[in-house]
């Protein structure tokens, strides 16, 4: 059984991560999708809520589970056996990145292998700061993330307003 293992930290999910995820489990036999608890960038959503709507999402999908992780993407594999770390690719920028993070991946656990899979092209736009950004000026997302998650924003964007959080907490 090969086992492979999507990391990131979906913040949120959108059309993007879905599709190189619901592609990735037709490769393999479990994909278990991880989301990270702790980058080093600014998060919208708390992992608890992260977790929930990657969970949701994918709730009809019987090859895929969905984990919260924290620490060395290579040690969880370890600790899941998972064999390969899958990862999406949008546009050229993102190779760059995608190749070192893989390399430096490669060094720590050379047993664990890295595959790439390149967005369809209608995603190609897609990242969660977008997604964000668009929802934070009250703009339609309708087409970029599934409704679940399109609502986890119009209610965290709600609250921040009543509470008068400045926009700067939508950045990464």
């Not at 064999?83 to 991946?105: K, P, T």
């Not at 092209?121 to 703009?139: K, N, Y």
Request: one cysteine or more.
């Amino acid at each position: 059984m090969v086992r492979a293992l999507f990391p990131g930290t979906f913040d949120p999910i959108h059309y993007g991560h879905i599709d190189i995820a619901v592609r990735a489990a037709r490769l393999f036999d479990e994909l278990v999708i991880a989301v990270f608890d702790k980058p080093l960038k600014s998060l919208f959503f708390s992992p608890e809520e992260r977790i929930a709507l990657v969970k949701q999402t994918f709730q009809d999908h019987p090859k895929i589970r969905v984990i919260g992780y924290s620490g060395l993407t290579v040690n969880i594999c370890r600790q899941i056996k998972a064999q390969v770390i899958v990862r999406g690719l949008r546009v050229f920028s993102d190779f760059e990145f995608e190749f070192r993070m893989a390399l430096a991946n490669h060094r720590l656990a050379p047993d664990i292998e890295i595959v790439a899979l390149i967005t369809d092209e209608e995603h190609t736009f897609l990242s969660s700061s977008t997604v964000r950004e668009i929802a934070s000026l009250d703009g339609d997302v309708s087409s970029m993330v599934p409704p679940q998650v399109e609502k986890a924003l119009k209610l965290k964007l709600s609250a921040m307003s009543d509470r008068q959080i400045l926009p700067n907490a939508l950045r990464d």
